[in-house]
């Protein structure tokens, strides 16, 4: 063997370029829980940082075994490959990333394969997921989830609270596909409770519940129809106001319609019943002022109808259920004979006024025979419950007493803190009057709380004559709660409710412009509508991690209107408190939920730039991106010529400035996008036209005229812009209720019409002509509206009128303008002594002129002449004066005429004296 020259070469071999703890993995194939036996997943491998190589994938399944999940890997585009399985091996699975042999930062990821199951097949129930009716530390907030049909899997339960914290619930596996759930609120607000099962949300998950403030009441609801019944038999239980005077109210939802009877035994106690008509799961609501009393809703579970089971047929008696002088701790005995009722579970319970259960021995004596014995602890009404098969028996509840020595009936309170009209912040007072109460030396206590439950300050002062005067101050407006008890029992008008209102009056306060939903580091602005004094107002937003931000609110220049901006820097719900003088503005708080992203849509743009250009000049427009989210901003330009856009810093408040300078006329397509998504109106279609010669810009016609404007007319101008280049044109005339018509002509110009009103006559106009925002030359114009007509102004004229007088059997004409005198329709009437009228030519010589010609044929006074059917004394004098002159001057020809005659006669007779 020869070696060729300089063999053998040197080689180094190293490692590829690419470094490993760059590559990035995400995507469902990777994460610990959710993927399901025989569904493909996948997941993405990003190498964009981490140079040259090439990623490889081995998925291990719960023996070990590499070749049982087979993967798939495609580069989907130049830095993003995608690795797609699936397995049908229930367990933890092993997927290694590796790039360049190397692993990729947390693999390998294990990954929990469930089994195949159904989540729409689960089942919930229970008063924990009913959307109200829970309350603040509520004990009793329990539910059940039925995974019997739905598969194999592991339910799991969360509670996020208010504020976004997460409360995990543990769960109870109570055997055969059943588990039971519980927790305890602690805030008032909106709760989600998500359950999901084997990896996925179960139906009608998340539930949406409505925690409300811890409430006092004194209602206390027993018995067994809020715990079960059967199909077809009424459901019994006992509601005790225990004093209260509130309306009740009752609710039942359920697989069946249910009637309702309340039977008022009229000592603050009722019994309800409902008759179940379909088995399943039923809620009864138990309302108090609208309110679910404690406990309410009820879940009852209503089984199907057992027909040899017979409640009805149940027997009881003995003193136990009778008397009304029991004796405190010693034992009360009735006996219970089912022997005729079927086979089915008994039970007895005994309820005291204050709602307390009392323990019973239930002794069974025999085949149906049941002797039960109890001891009541406190004074008062006891009432005592027999349900058999989860059904109240015939007869039940019994009422019975243990007297109270003392007569807590004659202790009274008065005074203005338990009456209407209450003030926040305003002292008030009360008295306790046990005088006639016999109480001796017994204490009295009370307490005050709001509707929260919160315990109210107050002062008692000991007047020394068993009277009590108590102080105290509600801090704000609501619903408040005072308890007075007597021997540690509370007095009949307790517990008292009173209505504290405002101390200001907040109703024409409004919030314009918070957004339910908002982004994340982004800007937020909402306007406060009705505030007088900025320094009252304050603002308060709470974040779900418990941090308080104190958003910045600035006053406008009228007063009334308050800008308030905060920028959340959280995701989740967060709740807006606002404050005028330590009082909630109507609807506050206000709930909003901030996630991250952007919204393209509540982008503004807007300024001259986007309206109209001017060529080789700069152009000006604003972008408004406040409560937008975060995102880049893009621009784009495309016209006749390229125009280069340049946009100013952010302003730190979500606006920013832009400017571009076009170099030829024409159509300019500007495009703004926010997280490349075009906001409204992008893109905008902006004209480039030349700088306009606003000077050439004229106004002209009647309608400008000060002397031609008048009521009932329509009056006409023109606005000629055809020198000046286009431009958006406005004209507003003060004065008149309508706004002018304007009529764009197309070619540069524009008609305007506009209607002073009838009795409009002396109104003041002010005409404002404005083009491309500016006012044109000679505006803006003022007028004063003319009466329709004014007769006054016209003017007569010509030989019928003139001082020389005119002749009899000739026709005369009168020259009339009305050029000054409106719009009115002309009469002309000549009446000649014998009151007959002379007929009338009128000829229309234009431009407002006309010519009357009439024919005096007698002597005497002519009038005389009509305007728009008005007679006027200055028209009625000339004409007087004109036919004195015609009277005058008939006379004068009929002596002229006879003198003839006379000359006609005397030459005729010389004539016959020389014949003769």
């Not at 098969?389 to 008065?414: D, E, H, L």
């Not at 002594?833 to 002129?849: H, L, N, S, T, Y």
Request: overall charge negative; proline content about 8%.
């Amino acid at each position: 063997m020869l070696h060729v020259p300089r063999s053998p070469f040197n080689v180094n071999v190293d490692k590829p370029s690419g470094d490993a703890s760059k590559i990035l993995v995400f995507g469902e194939g990777v994460k610990p829980n959710g993927i399901i036996t025989g569904k493909q997943t996948y997941f993405d491998i990003s190498t964009e940082h981490a140079g040259k190589g090439v990623p490889d994938v081995v998925i291990l399944d719960p023996n070990g075994d590499r070749q049982s999940v087979p993967v798939k890997l495609r580069q989907i585009n130049e830095n993003v490959w995608r690795c797609e399985y699936s397995s049908n091996i229930v367990g933890l699975h092993s997927v290694n990333v590796f790039f360049n042999r190397e692993h990729v930062p947390g693999s390998p990821f294990p990954v929990e394969v469930s089994p195949v199951c159904d989540p729409k097949k689960v089942k919930t129930s229970g008063r924990g997921l009913q959307p109200k009716g829970v309350r603040v530390d509520d004990k009793t907030c329990t539910f059940w989830i039925h995974t019997e049909l739905a598969g194999e899997g592991i339910p799991e339960a969360k509670l996020i609270e208010p504020g976004g914290g997460t409360i995990p619930i543990h769960l109870k596996d109570l055997g055969s596909g059943k588990y039971e759930g519980k927790y305890v609120p602690t805030k008032i607000g909106r709760y989600v409770a998500m359950i999901s099962y084997g990896g996925h949300e179960i139906l009608n998950s998340p539930f949406q519940i409505q925690v409300g403030p811890k409430r006092f009441t004194g209602v206390r609801a027993y018995g067994p129809g809020l715990r079960g019944g059967m199909v077809n038999h009424p459901a019994k239980f006992m509601v005790d106001t225990n004093g209260e005077t509130g309306a009740l109210g009752f609710q039942i939802e359920g697989p069946g319609q249910s009637s309702i009877d309340c039977e008022d035994f009229g000592n603050m106690t009722c019994q309800v019943s409902y008759l179940p008509v379909a088995s399943g799961d039923y809620y009864v609501h138990i309302l108090a002022e609208d309110e679910d009393i404690e406990e309410s809703p009820f879940f009852v579970k209503i089984e199907p109808h057992q027909p040899d089971v017979h409640p009805e047929l149940v027997e009881c008696n003995g003193r136990g259920l009778e008397a009304q002088d029991l004796v405190l701790n010693q034992p009360a005995e009735f006996l219970v004979d089912a022997h005729r009722a079927g086979t089915a579970p008994l039970q007895v319970e005994v309820m005291d006024e204050k709602g307390h259960s009392v323990p019973v021995d239930v002794d069974k004596k025999g085949l149906g025979a049941y002797k039960c014995s109890y001891k009541p602890k406190n004074h008062g009404r006891h009432s005592v419950i027999v349900s058999y098969g989860g059904v109240s028996t015939k007869k039940s509840p019994y009422r019975v007493q243990a007297p109270n020595p003392f007569n807590i009936s004659k202790v009274s309170v008065n005074g203005p803190g338990v009456e209407s009209g209450l003030l926040s912040t305003v002292p008030t007072k009360f008295v306790i009057d046990t005088r006639a109460s016999g109480q001796g030396d017994q204490a009295v206590a009370l307490s005050i709380q709001d509707d929260k439950g919160k315990a109210i300050p107050y002062h008692v002062q000991d007047n020394g004559d068993d009277t009590y005067s108590v102080e105290y101050t509600a801090p704000l407006p609501g619903k408040y709660q005072i308890r007075v008890l007597f021997d540690d029992d509370e007095i009949p008008q307790s517990p008292m409710s009173v209505i504290v209102q405002p101390h200001l009056d907040l109703s024409n306060v409004h919030v314009q412009g918070l957004e339910p939903n908002i982004f994340l580091d982004s800007p937020t602005e909402f306007q406060v509508e009705g505030i007088e004094d900025k320094q009252k107002l304050a603002c308060i937003v709470l974040s779900p991690s418990g941090e308080k931000q104190e958003a910045l609110a600035t006053q406008d220049g009228n007063g009334q209107v308050v800008k308030v901006a905060f920028t959340p820097s959280e995701e989740g719900p967060h709740e807006v408190e606002l404050l005028y003088d330590g009082l909630n503005v109507p609807g506050s708080p206000f709930m909003v939920n901030v996630t991250r992203g952007s919204d393209s849509s509540r982008v503004l743009a807007h300024g001259k730039g986007l309206q109209q250009a001017i060529v080789n000049e700069p152009n000006v427009f604003q972008i408004e991106t406040k409560g937008a989210g975060t995102s880049g901003l893009g621009l784009t330009i495309e016209g006749p010529s390229e125009a280069v856009m340049t946009c100013m810093p952010d302003n730190r408040d979500g606006s920013c400035r832009v400017e571009y300078t076009p170099t030829a006329v024409g159509v300019y397509d500007i495009g703004i996008t926010f997280g490349e998504k075009h906001i409204p109106g992008s893109p905008f279609k902006v004209p480039v036209v030349h700088s306009m010669a606003f000077e050439n810009v004229r106004a002209y016609g009647n309608g400008l005229d000060n002397t031609k404007v008048r009521e009932g007319v329509e009056q006409e101008f023109t606005i000629d812009a055809s020198e000046a280049g286009p431009a958006p044109m406005s004209c507003e005339i003060k004065g008149l209720k309508e706004p002018p018509l304007v009529v764009d002509n197309r070619d540069g110009t524009f008609s305007v019409s506009y209607l002073p009103p009838i009795g409009s006559a002396g109104t003041d106009l002010t005409c404002n002509l404005k083009y491309n925002g500016k006012d044109i030359v000679n505006t803006p114009v003022h007028l004063k509206v003319k009466p329709k007509v004014e007769p006054d102004q016209v003017e007569l004229s010509g030989e019928g009128i003139s001082p020389k007088g005119i002749l009899a059997s000739l026709p005369a004409s009168i020259t009339i303008d009305t050029t000054n005198a409106g719009n009115g329709d002309l009469g002309v009437e000549v009446t000649g002594p014998d009151g007959r009228k002379r007929k009338v030519e009128i000829e229309d010589e234009a431009d407002g002129k006309y010519k009357a010609t009439f024919l005096p044929d007698d002597l005497g006074d002519y009038k005389h002449i009509q305007l728009d059917q008005q007679n006027y004394a200055e028209s009625q004098k000339e004409g007087k004066n004109t036919l004195k002159w015609v009277k005058n001057i008939v006379r004068l020809l009929i002596v002229r005429m006879l003198e003839l005659v006379l000359s006609l006669v005397e030459l005729h007779l010389e004539k016959e004296m020389m014949w003769t």
